[in-house]
């Protein structure tokens, strides 16, 4: 039970933290960014750009934009519109409701780490279940974060409770980390003096 209290603890502090610190939707100054919020100096997550957020990324530093939606009309505008305004543009379609595949993930992170790549935005469409994945998966590889701190900073950015599926690939996806780090028993041989 006190466990538990701790870890309750420990969540809250950190929302606390996440929430006094970075840039949040409510700052006036972006308003044609819904949902932006810092990660860390290299990344940014995200809604959907409104008209004139391709430009303040810009402003801001920001090269990159990794858009999880699908590929489709509104995507290949963006697109044009990212690169007619100097930013790199990768389009990686997660599914909007249950698990992505590993080779998604992969390719996701692969791109939002890339050096060349930095500031990045990461977005879907309410930057809350495919981004909030995703970053999540990002702050259990990167930063070293549990799947429970992970899955509270998406909720906390609006990840939707009946996300399972991509709640339980976060989990999945921690679990899998974990036992790989897990140190191998070291094996000894010993040799008996004649």
């Not at 004139?52 to 858009?67: A, D, E, F, P, S």
């Not at 690169?83 to 389009?91: D, H, K, T």
């Not at 549990?146 to 996806?173: C, R, V």
């Amino acid at each position: 039970m006190r466990i538990k209290a701790i870890r309750i603890l420990a969540v809250g502090a950190m929302l606390t933290l996440l929430a006094a610190t970075g840039l949040t939707q409510d700052d006036t100054r972006y308003k044609e960014l819904p949902n932006f919020h810092r990660v860390n100096e290299g990344i940014y997550r995200g809604a959907q750009p409104k008209p004139g957020g391709l430009q303040l990324l810009r402003k801001l530093g920001i090269k990159t934009i990794v858009n999880l939606r699908d590929d489709d009309s509104r995507a290949q505008e963006e697109e044009a519109d990212a690169r007619s305004a100097g930013l790199r543009y990768f389009n990686i379609p997660l599914g909007r409701l249950g698990r992505p595949n590993d080779k998604e993930i992969e390719l996701a992170l692969s791109t939002i780490n890339d050096p060349e790549n930095q500031p990045v935005l990461v977005h879907c469409k309410k930057g809350a279940d495919r981004t909030g994945m995703v970053i999540a998966i990002y702050r259990i590889t990167h930063d070293g974060w549990t799947s429970q701190q992970a899955k509270a900073e998406a909720n906390h950015y609006g990840m939707k409770p009946w996300q399972l599926g991509m709640k339980d690939y976060i989990h999945d996806f921690y679990k899998r980390q974990a036992k790989q780090k897990q140190p191998a028993l070291e094996y000894q041989e010993y040799q008996c003096e004649p």
